[in-house]
């Protein structure tokens, strides 16, 4: 065992994003009704939290209409922490009301994708989490807000994005009231010394409120990226079940490294995650299956587990 092995992490938590990431970026109009099934398959799977959607207006993103009543379904679910992405005060409102867990308010660091994704600027998204810190707390509400950094490694639009920008923007996120801050590889620029690097000095700067990575694996270097991640201490990663998604405002990206894959990496490794892969891999197939005709992603469903796998680590703590 290499010493970095050692300050692995012992257990991790995978946030599934497939219901948020995913579909808002591919043409399929999931009914809410298979919705419900995914999020009930994977809780029974033993993922404990789940993005299940983003209160935006419908016209823009009609693959997500039915947020609301997405939480609804959540929330009776046993110890699952329910999180939905909201671009602005209105969508924050909507979370409220709806009670998430968490709030998950997405900043690009990349000027340009700021604009043309948000129409404005990072500092306005920062002013605007100020503003959402203010409604939480007038309302007595528990909802967490998460501050997302994306496009943390490089932007199509822009090119480089300077890490000191990113991290000024983590710092001014947390300072205007944001209880979590993470930070994305929107579109699969980073690779594993990227990562290792902005980590850990995001982490000196948010400490315990460094939250989740979020990784794209456009380029094939999700799972590293995730290691690296580990190797410097964070342990809560999105992901998206068959890969799925993109991001309609970066051409080229494709999903997030799948769930799948990236549950059957850390349980080799004996990171507990709680997830029993047989079960995941049977909801990837149904999955699949109202999602034909999309390009759907991920390695381990073709050849399967390992029959070395131990499967007590699959679902040490599904039980
Ligand atoms: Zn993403």
Known sequence: MNPASHRLPGAAVIREVGLRDGLQSIATILPTEHKREWIRAAHAAGQRE??????????????LADTAELVAFAKTLPGLFVSVLVPNLRGAE?????????????????????????????DDV???????RAARDAAGSKTLIEGGVGTAF?????????????????QALLDAGADRVSLADTVGYADPAMVRELFEEALQIAGDRFWCGHFHD?????????????????????????????????????????TEDLAYM???????????IAQLLALRARVADWLKGETLHGALWQAGLPKTFPVSSSAALAA
């Open 50 to 63: 789940i993005e299940v959607g983003s209160f935006v207006p419908a016209r823009l993103l009609p693959q």
């Open 94 to 122: 909507s979370a409220l009301t709806a009670q998430a867990d968490l709030m998950i308010v997405p900043l690009s660091a990349s000027h340009a994708h700021s604009l043309a994704n948000l129409r404005k600027t990072p």
């Open 126 to 132: 920062v002013a605007e989490v100020a503003k959402i």
């Open 154 to 170: 490089g932007c199509t639009l822009q090119g480089d994005v300077d890490k000191r920008e990113v991290l000024r923007l983590m």
């Open 218 to 258: 456009t380029r094939g270097l999700g799972l590293a990226n995730v290691y690296a991640a580990l190797e410097v201490g964070v342990a809560r990663f999105d992901a998206c079940l068959a890969g799925i998604g993109g991001c309609p405002h970066a051409p080229g990206a494709s999903g997030n490294v799948s």
């Open 266 to 276: 850390l349980g080799s490794m004996g990171i507990a995650t709680g997830i029993d």
